[in-house]
């Protein structure tokens, strides 16, 4: 088979950065995009045969076009796109502008939303394709003091999930990586925080905002292991829709599963005397 070409986003860091290298470990040809020209310079000085890296801010519509015609006329197509580029943020409700939402929904959301819709006319023409969306084990249960930063992940579940029973007939996959804590910069000089704090909320959301500083470099996954996951991901036959990942993923979520049935069961009655 032919060397798969991957478009991921963000790979200056994380599982991004650990993704990409991994790719190229295993033989396929990596795009990988920087917000930094000078980042997007290094990387081609150091990897002229099996990679690519290209400029790119998502946020920008325009520029995502662009990016995609050019890797179109130059490589014929996008075999997986990872949507990884994105940001986390912390902050009461309350406390957060609007100004800082939309600064939040504009990568996590909308710029994933743009790019992916701009890849699929060229996967519809290939009849193949994997979309990998990063999201998040906050992308399914919310908590307080991240409440802005679990909408933009719980929005790019929603299109996905929508996403995959769309083009899973026209030879396309759709995957959803849940991460809990992995030992990224996440929550250390790339976490954006609510400019405003109130006193009121100290011992909630103000107290995440502590936990979730706390842990910067402390946190139990490891990206490369992530990494794997992901390739494996893409290599299966039949992937599943979500792939969680670390031990916390699995007992938040559990946690939101258990929290749901318990109030479809507890109003069950109530629900089914709704009706006509």
């Not at 036959?237 to 507890?266: Q, W």
Request: glycine share 8%; hydrophobic share 45%.
């Amino acid at each position: 088979m032919n060397k798969r070409i991957w478009l991921i986003t963000g790979i200056s860091s994380g599982i991004g950065k650990a993704l990409a290298a991994a790719v190229i470990e295993k033989g396929d040809f990596v795009i990988g995009t920087f917000r930094s020209e000078s980042e997007v310079i290094a990387y081609n000085e150091n990897n002229i045969y099996n990679a690519k890296a290209m400029l790119l801010d998502v946020t920008e519509e325009n520029d995502v076009k662009d990016c995609v015609d050019k890797i179109i006329a130059t490589y014929g197509r996008i075999d997986v796109l990872v949507n990884n580029a994105g940001m986390g943020f912390i902050g009461a409700i309350e406390e957060t502008s609007m100004a800082e939402v939309r600064s939040v929904f504009e990568p996590n959301f909308f710029g994933t939303l743009n790019l992916t819709r701009t890849v699929l006319p060229f996967m519809r023409k290939e009849k193949q394709g994997h979309i990998i969306q990063i999201s998040s084990h906050g992308g399914i249960k919310a908590f307080a003091g991240f409440g802005i930063y679990n909408a933009s992940k719980f929005a790019l579940e929603g299109f996905s999930e929508a996403l995959a029973q769309e083009v899973s007939p026209l030879g396309i996959k759709v995957s959803i990586v849940e991460p809990g804590p992995f030992r990224t910069n996440f929550a250390g000089d790339k976490l954006r925080e609510a400019e405003i704090e109130i006193a009121d909320y100290a011992e909630t959301a103000g107290a995440f905002r502590a936990k979730l500083k706390s842990v910067d470099g402390k946190q139990e996954g490891d990206p490369e292991k992530a990494a794997k996951a992901i390739i494996d991901l893409a290599n299966s036959e039949n992937p599943t829709l979500r792939l969680p990942l670390g031990k916390l993923a699995l007992k938040t979520i559990s946690m939101k599963l258990a929290s749901v049935k318990s109030d479809l069961e507890n109003n069950r009655a109530i629900a089914e005397n709704a009706v006509f």
